[in-house]
Nanobody, 125 residues
Framework: QVQVVESGGGLVQAGGSLRLSCTAS????????MGWLRQAPGKEREAVSC????????YYADSVKGRFTISRDNAKNTLSLQMNSLKPEDTAMYYC??????????????????GGQGTQVTVSS
């Protein structure tokens, strides 16, 4: 059974940090590019970051560039997102997504092949 499970969300003050994790199972993890999406209430879904299958190439939305770092461990089937210098506008539900399409596609269309249930990130001012 294909499954991705996000964790690590929470409440943090502006300027703080959080590390999100995504654990994958039921599919060949390193066959897929992986990404993080977020969606805030009343707003469109936004692609935050993406990493290619090998972990060598990373992509970031302009809104998080320089503050967020995506990484993956193919031996452990895990994806991570280190979020620093958090801002209230980063408040959203964050979702892990697996995709066979390119990361460029993911960043433009904010769409993966499948994903998890999400983890809530709330940044207070």
């Amino acid at each position: 059974q294909v499954q991705v499970v996000e964790s690590g969300g929470g409440l943090v003050q502006a300027g703080g940090s959080l590390r999100l994790s995504c654990t994958a199972s039921g599919f060949t993890f390193d066959d897929y590019n992986m990404g993080w999406l977020r969606q805030a209430p009343g707003k469109e879904r936004e692609a935050v970051s993406c990493i290619n299958w090998s972990g060598v190439i990373t992509y970031y939305a302009d809104s998080v560039k320089g503050r967020f770092t995506i990484s993956r461990d193919n031996a452990k089937n895990t994806l991570s997102l280190q979020m620093n210098s958090l801002k209230p506008e980063d408040t959203a539900m964050y979702y892990c997504a697996a995709l066979r399409r390119s990361c460029a596609y993911f960043l433009e269309y904010a769409r993966g092949d499948f994903g998890g249930q999400g983890t809530q990130v709330t940044v207070s001012s």
